[in-house]
């Protein structure tokens, strides 16, 4: 079996496949759009593009939006009258954003367009009947940050995540396997990395999610921030919080009267790479350790086609006999950026060759002959467009306090599940601060509007702080003895 799937553009990356899923909707969740038969309607491509005059570009068009006039609220904010915020964006960043104002005593409204699911690139699929399992995003995370600590330690007490002891390291093509050492500890979630994502909303009473929706324009009025998908309203807000990215939250942004916050948004520069998830009847010939211990996750070097390998059967079904061998495989950004095609509509011809391509990597990397690896029984390719930040602020969040308006997400910081995290805190309580000020003295509270961004040194498949640190370490280690 061989099925493609596709992906916009978002820090919260939605899912638009060439199958079709019957949607499992939890009571929290309140959908935009219902046919006559009360079933979900998903709008696979994103709002249609603006028609330009003659000569003009989309490009052109974006920059004078930049010289639009900026919004500017006057009327104060009333904490007694329990403003709420609208959140554009459902990723672990809007979560814990929507999580941490709700512990300052606001509400929320967490819009998402992800069909399957909450949590953006903490995506898990669930293939049935064979029962086959693919963490196809977020692999594993670390821990640096206190803060992020206590979210963390209180997903350990529910049972949701654990830490990952399989062998992991660096797999040089042709085979050579170097172990990362033990510390820092990588966690991973029990069952997965979405559910981390669904138990943030558990602990929520002041959160309601609107899910699929794809809020395509906001508009200022009377004070209030005015949402709404294709002409459909979807609420008024006191505050909006961007939790997304990419062309999506550019063209939202492009006509928004949020000029210096369209702008910030518009410099970011994301990476494109493509998943490739693959079940296989028999163990895959990965190295050992010296101590018996087969590969179970590897940043793979010197070929292109490939940036990491993971066993998502050892990491998530180790007690399960003769289970299906799920993998997971991500190309690297080069070669994600050479086989770049529209999200919306991935050709077949360039979906069998990326999965070609990348299955050829898995055989240079393990160091088998060609066309030797056994054949996966199931395969589904997915490109995510806008993978991960490749330049970044260096600041926990962006925020806007005549607009009324803020951006959370890991590219803010770094291209992490702790800097999403940390991001989504900063802003919420960055917004209660501002609320509780009345919106008076509002310059003391911007934040990020004119900061310059930065290059972001990290793997293809994003950074894990702690481990990236070591490995610096080992590597100017190892040059120090080859001199």
């Given amino acids: 079996m061989s099925v493609v799937c596709r992906t916009t553009a978002s820090n919260l990356l939605p899912f638009s496949s060439v199958i079709t899923f019957k949607q499992s909707v939890s009571r929290a969740c309140f959908h935009c759009q219902t046919d006559e038969n009360g079933d979900n309607k998903f709008r696979e491509r994103p709002p249609p593009k603006r028609r330009y005059s003659k000569g003009a570009s989309r490009r052109s068009a974006i920059k004078k939006s930049f010289s639009q006039e900026q919004v500017k609220f006057t009327s104060p904010i009333k904490i007694e009258n329990d403003p709420v915020v609208g959140i554009i964006g459902g990723g672990i960043s809007g979560l814990v954003c929507a999580l941490y104002l709700e512990k300052r005593g606001i509400s929320s409204t967490v819009f998402d367009t992800g069909i399957h699911g909450l949590g953006g690139r903490m995506g898990t699929r669930i293939i049935d009947p064979q029962h086959l399992i693919f963490d196809h995003a977020a692999q594993f995370f670390t821990v640096s940050d206190p803060e992020f600590s206590k979210l963390v330690d209180s997903w350990a007490k529910n049972g ?95 006509s928004s009267g949020l000029p210096l916050v369209a702008r910030q948004m518009k410099r970011l520069e994301l990476s494109s790479i493509w998943a490739l998830m693959a079940a296989f009847e028999d163990p895959l010939p990965v190295p050992l350790t010296e101590h018996g211990k087969p590969l179970e996750g590897a940043f793979i070097k010197g070929i292109d086609s490939l940036s990491w390998m993971g066993n998502n059967t050892a990491k998530l079904m180790a007690t399960q006999r003769n289970a299906p061998h799920c993998w997971t495989f991500f190309s690297t950004a080069s070669f994600g950026k050479q086989n770049k095609v529209p999200q919306e509509s991935i050709p077949s011809v360039t979906a069998e060759k990326v999965k070609e391509a990348m299955l050829e990597g898995v055989e240079a990397a393990l160091g088998l002959k060609k066309n030797s690896l056994q054949k996966p029984f199931y395969t589904r390719l997915q490109l995510w467009g806008a993978a991960l930040p ?94």
């Fill in 390 to 483: 490749m330049n970044s602020l260096g600041i926990p969040c962006i925020f806007d306090p005549h607009g009324r308006a803020g951006i959370c997400g890991d590219w803010l910081l770094g291209s992490s599940l702790e800097a999403a995290a940390l991001s989504g805190m900063a802003l919420a309580n960055h917004i209660a601060k501002y609320f509780q000020s009345g919106g008076e003295s509002p310059d003391e509270f911007a934040i990020g509007l004119h900061n310059d961004f930065h290059p972001l040194r990290a793997h293809d498949i994003g950074q894990f702080p702690g481990l990236d640190s070591r490995r610096e370490t080992n590597e100017e280690l190892q040059l120090q003895l080859t001199l």
């Fill in 160 to 254: 949701l995540v654990t830490q990952w002891y399989g062998a992991i390291g660096e797999l040089e093509a042709g085979g050579r396997f170097l172990p990362l050492s033990s510390l820092p500890p990588k966690y991973i979630g029990v069952r997965g990395m979405r559910p981390l994502a669904d138990s943030i909303l558990l602990e929520t009473s002041l959160v309601k999610v609107v899910r699929p929706c794809w809020v395509s324009k906001l508009e200022p009025y009377n004070g209030l921030w005015h949402l709404s998908e294709n002409g459909k309203p979807c609420g008024h807000f006191d505050a909006i919080v961007i939790a997304h990215n990419g062309k999506c939250a550019n063209r939202l942004l492009a």
